[in-house]
């Protein structure tokens, strides 16, 4: 099987993208969006994904941290769309509750060709590091729609900010390498209808 992959590059007046991904990697990561932590959750997205991924980010950060989060949440779900392909034989579905510390949070994905995006979290702090923390759901949005997958993210228990967002980021890693992994069982595309 050859690695699934693409190679997606968006140019805005606000922002300048470039991204890859392989959904068969091994979790390796080359990070630069300019927003030190956003970087950290995006390793993190990547290394527990077990997907190698390459991102390179000219934002106007000058005006704030929006565009680059927003319109690199429109680049990965993007490349996710593009990497799955015609979507034959892989699980679909996947889901993961994954605890860091304190944390509890709940992600589940469906790979079913219709964006939506259901996200409960709520958070104390305005930034962590130099990301705003109402940028978290706008990314996740901006991933969903791209990507055309139904994503769920829901905090089940936490406190700490930092906690619970890269409890998040890789809570949807691990959900979407069982939605994308293959299952020899299924013929064709996993749908009554037939199609994804």
Not at 116 to 126: D, I, K, N, V
């Amino acid at each position: 099987m050859e690695n699934r992959t693409a190679s997606v590059e968006r140019v805005t007046k606000e922002t300048k993208i470039r991204m890859t991904l392989n959904l068969d990697g091994t979790g390796k990561s080359d990070i630069h969006t300019g927003i030190g932590f956003f970087d950290h959750m995006l390793d993190g997205f990547a290394r527990h994904g077990l997907f190698d991924l390459s991102v390179s980010v000219d934002g106007d950060l000058d005006v704030d941290g929006h565009h680059t989060i927003e319109d690199t949440g429109i680049v990965l779900g993007t490349a996710i769309r593009e990497a799955v392909g015609d979507k034959q034989g892989i699980r679909r579905y996947g889901d993961r509750i994954l605890p860091m510390d304190e944390t509890l949070v709940l992600s589940a994905v469906d790979l079913c060709g219709r964006p939506y995006l259901s996200f409960q979290a709520e958070f104390t702090r305005e930034k962590v590091g130099e990301m705003e923390t109402e940028m978290v759901k706008e990314f996740f949005y901006a991933v969903s729609y791209a990507a055309q997958m139904n994503l769920h993210i829901k905090v089940l228990d936490g406190g700490n900010n930092h906690h619970i967002i890269e409890a998040m980021f890789k809570a949807f890693a691990k959900a979407l390498d069982e939605a994308t992994s293959f299952d020899p069982r299924i013929a064709g595309v996993l749908s009554t209808k037939g199609s994804l």
